[in-house]
């Protein structure tokens, strides 16, 4: 009796001495872990599946990085010339269509809207940042229109960039002999490159699938 009390009481103290089980790697405690962390990553990851989003307003510190030089990508609008170097580019695009013999009159004033819609749309809207690596990345984000005047609507310089368009349009719609066709394409150009100026389409982006990229939600 007294042998089966002692080896009663043993048995008692190591099992209460026994240290503790940690959760090993492969254990359902450790395992409860990774779902938290997945789920954060997968939600950071998680991109829009909308077509129309807003441009997320810039941090303190990318205002920052914003001011630390001026933006010579963007304020070269306001320097001299800069402002008749649009009028010039019409007009050579004019004369280059019309020493084409095979377009007519009407037909190179309609090309000439065009290209200069094209290539005003490339310039101002598509291309985004700016060819210099002093604001540490600061306009990656911005295209040129929206880094110019800090993104101001309606300053002198956006007033004459929205204004050439629209004249250029009405010009080549009255050479156009107000044909329809002609009409409707010198119509969708100059929308092309007027809509992306107007207050409502600033910082706003068009997500295509398989063409743009598809941005992150935080």
Known sequence: MLIYLHWRLST?????????PFPGPSSPERLNLSPTTSHTK??????????????????????????IEDNMNANWVHFKGAWIIH???????????????????EMSWTLT??????????MFHQI???PFDYNNGAFDNLNMWEQIDNGAQFTPV??????????????????SSYDLTL????????????????PYSHRVRINIPYLTDQQIIN
């Open 12 to 20: 008692r103290n190591m099992s209460s001495n026994d240290p503790i």
């Open 42 to 67: 997968e939600h950071r990851r998680r991109r829009s599946s909308s077509l129309i989003s807003k441009l997320e307003p810039e941090t303190f510190e990318t205002k920052q990085d914003q001011d």
């Open 87 to 105: 009028i010039v580019i019409i007009m050579l695009l004019k004369v280059f269509y019309d020493l084409v013999p095979i377009f007519s009159n």
């Open 113 to 122: 809207n065009v290209t200069y819609a094209i290539g005003s749309y490339i």
């Open 128 to 130: 985004k940042g700016t």
């Open 158 to 175: 956006k007033k004459f960039l929205l204004g050439v368009p629209i004249c250029l349009f009405l010009i080549s719609t009255h050479y």
């Open 183 to 198: 009409f409707v394409i010198n119509l969708v150009a100059c929308l092309l490159v007027v809509i992306p100026k107007l």
